[in-house]
């Protein structure tokens, strides 16, 4: 003999009857069945509303009570169940009518009105579906459940075991095939009407399984078993194959719905199986709750959440060192019979902090004041502080237990979102770590443990690109030819949420637009708001998101204080912060740092070239950078390698522009401004402070040709001051040297000009747009560390900036 619960939503209406019919007819014919309904999806929640407004004297509550029973007739009628069917469900609306008119004149609920009114729901639930069931053919006989399960007092329902198992034995003498139980409703000392608590027909088919000793208990609902998270909240939540009993009560305690946690009791005690299963896909494999549980791949068995948590703290000095506080405590909380959901306690002795339901929150201020109240009056105890708001998150799996480092892991990832764990606790078994976040973060905090823990999972990158031109056009270009590669080889999932450039932004509902930004952006649309694309981002707070700017605008890195400070990462491209007053440097690298976030702008320097980081990684090992000498703009390189190859310089210069390799403003290169600002941030990585005013600075071109507004102005100058160019190629040619436009730190002095460089210097010979920087270091010191490459162009600097994204979000 098995025992079948359906849930809800698995009798929801007709057709899911009917689907839940042919689930029993699977095994009519080989063992007899035991199969509890709840109530018709949604009933227990109207009735309970039903009652609330009828106390509360609303005559809405008619109304409420007549599309209940509107939602019944509908069901028998589909069903084409007999006339004496549609009398019984009368007849039990009639009784509810009553009792709710009593409520309604009395303006007060008894509890066992209250009983009465919302277990009426598994009562017509049953009664309709066992008729359904004979009518059917299969030989099924309708128990109440009252006559059975009998509970003792208290504010949880305490189950009396021994007299419900007494009870069941009747059952045995019974003739049936299917035996038909309603969830949910038991009785008490004196007959009346009792409760299982909310979500309690599972524990009826627990109860019912251990009392008639079946083989099996099948809990069938609307998910193909329990997930390794709440599946509502993590997209990419598994169905756990395996589990073991404990594991599924500390899930099931810590809020995973999907089975009501005093179920586990009765079938743990007598080693039967549980298997959760689903009424929508009857033949997948659904979890299997056993004792001895094959283990999964992943240390982690699931995680769960319960929401409307308080932090309810005790402190003070008198508490130190004094026994009995504690126990004086938890007494009084267990006499108000309030449920601890969390403890911690620390070290000092000077606090106590216990998770508690946002509904007991009046009541335990209350009697923790009452009990404490001489020793608040002597200021020895402080007065109960409570923090709102918070939600429990539980880390379950038993294989947890001593393996070293997962708390340590489970942290980290949490510090680098951001999230701020309030309290902990941990398990002397090992089987789970808890702690308390505040609610605002709880999806957050699911998805990246869980895309830490599970292997087939991925991590979701959320990326908001500010300036979507040329190098961003080409970004998200390659970041659409990567993510097929990223998604499978890398478990990386590229999400582009949101866009914007100078005048348009479009925020994704909830799709990724990477494939068809363009048409968003275009088509979609709505004004750029850099503040509101911001403020869009922070109150979307997702998880390891990035914000990407490939602008060359001031108003964009003034916000990247407000950005990190919302937790999520900055990779620039951008190269005015880095290159702002030192002090704003090392604040936004402070801010990063603080919101345990990255702030990465390797393509500032050499595009895609890996300049930054070879700086940072030598001296994360040890080594000190004591000079550089580079030629970092692709630009002027660009224009020089055309001027030597016979070119007029403001040709080169026109070319270089029609290239898209100079800034949007030319005279940022030709001023030697761009160079000027890479040495800074390349000395400040170094570990140098230095500003703009500490850089000695000669313009690649004389001063009157940088006077004008426009690009043209500049080309007309150019053209005007043809012969001081033109001098420089007979210096060149009689002199056999090349002048190249070179940033150099030595000594604490950094110079930006241009020099002369002989035909055995390395910057002699540079093609193209090429990037050479030469470092000196204590190691590598007489010869130095160069890299080179190309330094410039759409695709080399984009690629430097998915290097960064990739970076960060691989970590
Ligand atoms: P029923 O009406 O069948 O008793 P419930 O609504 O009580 O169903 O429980 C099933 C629901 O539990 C699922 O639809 C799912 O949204 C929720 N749930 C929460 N956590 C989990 C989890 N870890 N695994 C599966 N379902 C979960
Ligand atoms: N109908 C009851 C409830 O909604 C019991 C159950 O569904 O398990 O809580
Ligand atoms: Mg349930």
Known sequence: MKVLKFGGSSVSNSENCKRVQEIIKRDYANCKQVVVVSAFGGVTDELERCINLASDRNKEYENSLFKVKERHFQVINELNLPAEIEFGTSKKFDEIAELLQGVYLLEEISQKVKNSVMGSGEILSSLIFSAYLNQCGMNTVLFDSRDFIKTQNGKGVFLNSEQTNKNLEAVKNVEFQVALFPGFIASGQKGEMTLLGRGGSDYTASILAAGLKCSELEIWTDVSGMFTADPRLVSQAQPIEQMSFQEAMELSHFGAKVIYPPTLIPVLQNKINVRIKNTFAPDEKGTLITSAPKSERSIVRGLSSINNINLFTLSGSGMVGISGFASRFFTCLAQNKINVVLITQASSEQSMSVGINEGDRALAIEAVRSEFEMEIRMNLVNEPAVEQDLSIVAVVGEDMGYTPG?????????????????????GGNELNITFMVPTFDVKKVLNVIHEDFFISTHKKVNLYIAGVGNVGGKLLEFMKNQYDYLLEEKGLQLIVRAVTNSRKMYFAKDENMLQDWKQKLEEESEVANLQEFVKRMDQANLRNSVFVDITASESVSKV??????????????????????????????????????????????????????????????????????????????????????????????????????????????????????????????????????????????????????????????????????EAWRTVMAEKNIRYRYIASFADGKANVSLKEVTPDHPFYDIHGKDNVISLKTKWYNDQPLIIKGAGAGAEVTASGIFGDIIRITSN
């Open 406 to 426: 997962i708390s340590g892991k489970v942290f980290s990832v949490l510090g680098r979102n951001g999230v701020n764990i309030r309290a902990m606790a941990q």
């Open 560 to 725: 990247y204080q407000q950005v990190l400070n919302s937790t999520v990462s900055i990779v620039a491209c951008n190269k005015i912060a880095a290159s702002s007053e030192f002090d704003n440097y090392l604040r936004i690298k402070a801010a990063a740092k603080k919101h345990n976030v990255e702030f990465m702008f390797e393509s500032n320097v050499g595009a895609g070239l890996p300049v930054i980081s070879t700086i940072n990684s030598l001296i994360h090992t040890g080594d000190k950078i004591v000079g550089i000498d580079a030629v970092v703009s692709g630009s002027l390189n660009f224009i020089m390698n055309e001027f030597n190859n016979g070119k007029s310089f403001v040709e080169a210069v026109k070319m270089a522009m029609e290239q898209g390799f100079t800034e949007p403003d030319p005279k940022i290169d030709l001023s030697g401004m761009d160079v000027l600002r890479k040495l800074l941030i390349l000395s400040r990585e170094a570990g140098y402070k230095l500003e703009v005013k500490d850089v000695e600075h000669e313009p690649m071109i004389p001063l009157s040709c940088l006077n004008g507004e426009t690009a043209a102005d500049l080309i007309r100058d150019l053209e005007a001051h043809n012969d001081h160019f």
